[in-house]
């Protein structure tokens, strides 16, 4: 019996994985103070892509943890403490498809611009 090959990603999944990881460190860090590594959150992202049988090589997963991270902290840098809870509630919501935000969709938003920046198009 052979295995079928992995399904191909396309850059609106890059764009959700990207926004799914910050939301979670995002999370994470205004829960427990702490930042996650970039090598937990490629782990976390493989994690999540095998549950759909979904594969990207961990030289991307790192670098969706990397430009996660970045994204995440500037947010939680230039948002009071109050603001940053909301920010991660929101986005964490906006995890479910049938949650509609106006701010999670200007955080999709963001993502995609930081993919295009770091030569992320497909």
């Known amino acids: 019996m052979t295995l079928a090959p ?9 764009k959700a994985l990207l926004f799914a990881l910050a939301a979670e460190r995002l999370s994470a860090f205004y829960e427990h103070r702490q930042w996650m590594t970039d090598a937990q959150g490629a782990t976390l992202a493989g994690e999540w892509l095998s549950r759909s049988k979904l594969q990207l090589p961990l030289s991307e997963r ?3 943890s990397e430009l996660s991270d970045q994204f995440a902290r500037q947010l939680a ?4 403490r109050e603001a940053g809870l909301y920010a991660a509630h929101e986005m ?13 969709y ?6 995609e611009r930081l993919l295009r ?6």
């Open 106 to 111: 200007d955080m999709l938003e963001e993502c």
């Open 6 to 14: 992995p399904h191909r990603i396309d850059f609106n999944t890059r």
């Open 117 to 122: 920046e770091n030569g992320v198009t497909e």
């Open 62 to 64: 790192r670098l969706l």
């Open 77 to 80: 840098e230039t948002l009071s």
């Open 92 to 104: 964490m919501e906006a995890l479910d498809p049938n949650y509609q935000s106006a701010f999670a």
